[in-house]
């Protein structure tokens, strides 16, 4: 089965650039979307195929893909951004192949 | 607004069932994807099942195939989850989320209901 990978932690002052990455194989060839989950909260949809913001998420979240890694940048870092953040693709070689990145730990210094 | 409320969910013995529901409302409910997620705790989102916007097709994760069913009523605007045979590794939160309609991601999620299985 297709894994995602992601490092378990990323530490940033605010103000300053954060970003994530999510390794797989080819995953350049997918769309892969990225969610933000609080404690106690449902995930949040941040960045969907690729680099598109949905409605309602600012500017300074975006996103990448090329070869084995994608990655999620935060710009501009704030407190209120302090979540779990895990990235997702489809994986069209099986139905039911709806895969999430092992999630990293985004910590406001 | 969109919204997803998960219900159903509670302690219960190892072997035994449970039923969850997912009441939607502020969309048309019917032409819309629906998935399972489940995450345990303090782990990551992993994902369980789909149901297609018809009913007419079915697909799960590997570990909750043959003792987890997906359903759905489009009439009442509800997505289900029957759980049989129930292991200490089902103890997760369960999230139903919606499928976005041109793509493979989820833009709106319930707020989960937990399940803990145990004797």
């Keep these: ?109 | 607004e969109v919204q997803l409320v998960e219900s159903g969910g509670g302690l219960v013995q190892p072997g035994g069932s449970l039923r969850l529901s997912c009441a939607a409302s502020g969309f048309t409910f019917s032409s819309y994807w629906m998935h399972w997620v489940r995450q345990a705790p303090g782990k990551g989102l992993v994902w369980v099942s789909r149901i297609n916007s018809d009913g007419s097709s079915t697909s799960y994760a590997d570990s909750v195939k043959g003792r987890f069913t997906i359903s759905r009523d489009n009439a009442k605007n509800t997505l289900y989850l029957q759980m049989n045979s129930l292991r200490a590794e089902d103890t997760a939160v369960y999230y139903c989320a919606r499928r976005c309609s041109s793509t493979s991601c989820y833009d709106y999620w319930g707020q989960g209901t937990l399940v803990t299985v145990s004797s």
Excluded: M
Excluded at chain 1, 63 to 90: F, H, K, M, P
């Design chain 1, 1 to 109: 089965s297709y894994v995602l990978t992601q490092p378990p932690s990323v530490s940033v002052a605010p103000g300053q650039t954060a970003r994530i990455t999510c390794g797989g194989n080819n995953i350049g060839s997918k769309s892969v979307h990225w969610y933000q989950q609080k404690p106690g909260q449902a995930p949040v949809l941040v960045v969907y195929d690729d680099s598109d913001r949905p409605s309602g998420i600012p500017e300074r979240f975006s996103g990448s893909n090329s070869g084995n890694t994608a990655t999620l940048t935060i710009s501009r870092v704030e407190a209120g951004d302090e979540a779990d953040y895990y990235c997702q693709v489809w994986d069209s070689s099986s139905d039911h192949n709806y895969v999430f990145g092992t999630g990293t730990k985004v910590t406001v210094l």
